[in-house]
């Protein structure tokens, strides 16, 4: 009610500083005169032609007929001198009026310009408050709900995350319990992860299983032009939040305002230094804060303040990674709960499929399966709709209207199944699924693989160098069938080359350089960016990128030597991909099976 009046008023001031200027420019360009000379003047009052004579002490205005003319006068005096003997007899005769105690330009006309003003200055401050929230200091943290609505039977797929902060529900439904041994309600905690994976979305959970209000606010919002802005609102956040507690606010990308001190242009007086002076001071300085638990998120760690992540701030860490198999299950069965799927569709296979998943990209699957299923005309969500949604998150739509001539898909072809092979030939750990020389957003054909388990935490050398030849064999199958190479390769290239650089240069898996990382993972500004700082010489720079070249020729020269022998499964695969253009992993498989080691073909017999 109370915005609706501040719109209101907003409006009835536009529309009176509308009319006075109106009437000011409607009052002023009415009469408004023409410039002529003091001469021409003169000569106009001798023809009799000027009807009213309006007399200032610098100027003298008439109107001739029905339009005003104005002249410059040496003084009132001088004008009479020239001018009185025919402005007298024509004021005898009726023929003229004479003002010589009013200007024109009328207090009332200034008045209009005056008042107008003024309404368009407060009209400005007025919007200026509404647009701040009624104070240009005050803190922009919303008020979600004065008892949350979500718990932890909406967070799906966060087993361990739920667990840790739980023992935060129990402090805050029953303090005294942990208070009578001394112990202290943590003062915050920081959420680390991946987007998409259920941050915010646990923080509301916390709340809701409390039943404590839930403040919500950006890192962003704290930050503006103008130093001091952004401390005021975070004192002001806090004294809001104290007079709700217990509560929790959440502060969603806290990098934004938390990042390391020292690392921009400005010194200790950049505005987001000093609002990041403030937080700190806020959560742990000389104000008792018990009560108010501050939840914040980011998914960049590493840049950081110190200060900020000591204990006594943000008390603990909290790992929100990505679900594994069984996660990913629950969280489709929570996003599939008011979606009608077909008896057919098995949630389980469905979370094999999605490795590497957020909960967010599980959400948006499910939202572009219910999509197509829509637009194909069907009453429930069949494992065809997932399927095929799957592939539309992963690759992109379709480009059905994209016509690729013979050479074009028999590039693709070969290139595809150098992919696929190099994948079956190096790595047990996982199988090709599905192959397609169909264009999907800019790729031209694609390799799917699934994993045998998705639980592993750590990659061995050899996984990492496996990576890297299949990220190889497409660019190697176009040299060894058809003696040429396309561009087709360059988004292989360049994962190939980070993974490389990553081996040497972050993981210490360089014979020639040894046990030695080089890549620190600090920022510095550097001019208008932000960037790594490079903490060797340019002398082992050299030596780094040699060391990247020489793995990847390594690995390059190791896959086409694995095509070179399963020249005949290569052929075999990609006349199958110009047959079929999508082939999946069990006619993929065939390939094999149905091919002699020897290069022949075999019979149902096996001879």
């Not at 005169?33 to 000569?43: G, M, N």
């Not at 006068?73 to 009726?94: C, H, K, L, T």
């Not at 002001?236 to 959440?250: L, N, Q, S």
């Not at 990505?322 to 098995?346: N, Q, T």
Request: proline share 2%.
């Amino acid at each position: 009610m109370e915005r609706w009046r501040r719109s209101f008023g907003i409006w009835i001031i536009l529309l009176l500083a509308a009319y006075f200027m109106y009437s000011f420019y409607v009052r002023n360009s009415a009469e408004a005169a023409r410039d002529i000379l003091y001469s021409e003047f003169i000569h106009e009052i001798a023809l009799e032609e000027v009807n009213d004579i309006v007399l200032s002490d610098d100027h003298v205005e008439g109107r001739i007929g029905g339009e005003w003319v104005r002249a410059k006068i040496p003084s009132r005096e001088i004008f009479f001198e020239n001018a009185g003997d025919y402005i007298n007899e024509q004021v005898e005769r009726g023929m003229l009026k004479i003002d010589i105690k009013q200007p024109r330009f009328s207090l009332t006309g200034s008045l209009d310009l005056i008042v107008s003003v003024g309404l368009i200055i407060l009209l400005f401050i007025m919007m200026f408050r509404q647009q701040n929230g009624g104070g240009f200091a005050r803190s922009r943290a919303k008020l979600m709900s004065e008892r949350g609505d979500v718990t932890f039977a909406d967070v799906a797929g966060a087993k361990e995350e739920k667990a840790e902060l739980e023992e935060i529900v129990d402090f805050l439904r029953d303090p005294l319990k942990y208070t009578r041994l001394g112990a202290k309600i943590p003062r915050g905690i920081l959420l680390v992860g991946s987007p998409g994976n259920g941050k915010t979305l646990l923080a509301k959970a916390v709340a809701g299983e409390a039943g404590v209000p839930f403040f919500s606010i950006s890192g962003s919002d704290f930050v503006e032009l103008y130093v001091g802005v952004g401390a005021s609102r975070v004192r002001d956040m806090f004294e809001r939040a104290k007079k709700a507690k217990p509560c929790i606010v959440f502060i969603d990308e806290i990098d934004a305002v938390g990042r390391k001190r020292g690392a921009g242009m400005g010194g200790g007086h950049d505005e987001r230094e000093q609002t990041l002076n403030q937080l700190l001071v806020e959560m742990d300085g000389f104000t008792e804060n018990d009560g108010v638990i501050i939840i914040a998120a980011t998914n960049r760690p590493d840049i950081l303040d110190k200060a900020l992540l000591r204990p006594g701030r943000f008390d603990r860490q909290i790992v929100v990674d990505y679900p594994d198999v069984k996660g990913r299950e629950e969280i489709l069965r929570v996003h599939s709960a008011k979606k009608p799927l077909a008896a057919e569709v098995d949630l389980e296979s469905i979370a094999k499929k999605t490795t590497g998943y957020s909960g967010a990209d599980l959400a948006n699957l499910l939202n572009e399966a219910a999509i197509l299923a829509a637009k194909r005309g069907h009453k429930d969500i069949t494992t065809e709709d997932i399927d095929d949604a799957n592939l539309k998150v992963m690759m992109g739509a379709e480009k059905k209207s994209k016509v690729l001539s013979d050479e074009e898909k028999r590039l693709t072809a070969y290139h595809e199944a150098g992919h696929a092979i190099a994948a079956h030939l190096v790595d047990a750990t996982q199988s090709v699924t599905t192959v397609s020389i169909i264009p999907r957003g800019r790729a031209g054909g694609f390799t799917m693989y699934q994993p045998e388990s998705d639980n592993r935490m750590y990659l061995s050398r050899r996984d990492i160098l496996n990576r890297m030849t299949i990220g190889l064999g497409g660019r190697a199958a176009e040299e060894i069938m058809l003696d040429d190479i396309s561009t087709g390769a360059s988004n292989d290239i360049e994962n190939v080359t980070a993974i490389a650089r990553d081996m040497v240069v972050k993981y210490g898996m360089s014979d020639r350089l040894g046990r030695v990382s080089y890549d620190n993972g600090s920022e510095v500004f550097l001019g208008r960016d932000y960037g790594h700082s490079k903490q060797y010489s340019e002398r082992t720079a050299a030596e780094i990128d040699e060391e990247v070249h020489r793995i990847i020729e390594e690995q390059y020269a190791e896959v086409k030597r694995l095509l070179c022998e399963h020249r005949a499964e290569l052929e075999r695969v990609a006349e199958l991909l110009l047959k079929k253009e999508t082939i999946t992993g069990e006619e993929f498989a065939e390939c094999f099976e149905n091919i002699d080691p020897k290069g022949g073909e075999m019979d149902g017999t096996g001879n």
